[in-house]
């Protein structure tokens, strides 16, 4: 089960946000709420409410699938903060000039990802078991036949 949840154009540059996002990839999801919940950091506000909202769409994906999820089972598969479109404004400086101000923005998104448990009822395994060998038999010669076939071509190119 993967979910996803992205926020465009925040108001912080994006190197500022990368300092914080390091912190919890990988991470499992309550030890990154902690992380997020105790930085210092501004922008740890705005990466925790792109987490939050990884999570509610993992937990809405499970319910539409009919599958059973653990929030505390999600871990940060997916984090990275991209550069946004960036504002540019001038201030007045020294003896009629102007200076610019760039007021930077960024894209932050966060994929998270966890083991699911169907709650549908599960075939038998007899019936799933054999299907699979069936589907194996029919597969195996075909790649062999590609595999000679591509062979033959070297060979015929090493004859050159």
């Known amino acids: 089960m993967e979910a996803r949840a992205i926020q465009r154009t925040v108001r912080q540059s994006a190197r500022k946000m990368r300092l914080v996002i390091d912190q919890i990839r990988g991470q499992a999801v309550p030890q990154a709420y902690a992380i997020l919940r105790f930085s210092k950091k501004l922008a740890a506000k705005q990466i ?3 987490l939050k909202s990884a999570v509610a769409n993992a937990e809405q994906r499970a319910l ?3 599958t059973a999820l653990d929030v505390d089972q999600l871990r940060v598969k997916y984090a990275v903060v991209n550069e946004g479109p960036t504002l540019k404004r001038f201030t007045p400086a020294a003896m009629g000039r102007a200076t610019p101000i760039k007021k930077r923005t960024s894209h932050v998104e966060i994929h998270v990802e966890g083991e699911t448990e169907s709650r549908a ?6 019936a799933a078991g054999a299907k699979a060998e069936v589907a194996a038999k029919g597969k195996r010669p075909k790649a062999a036949k590609k595999k000679k076939a591509a062979a033959g071509k070297t060979k015929k190119k090493a004859g050159r």
Do not use: C, L, S
């Open 48 to 50: 925790r409410k792109v």
């Open 64 to 66: 539409r699938e009919n």
């Open 121 to 126: 009822p599960k075939a038998p395994a007899k």
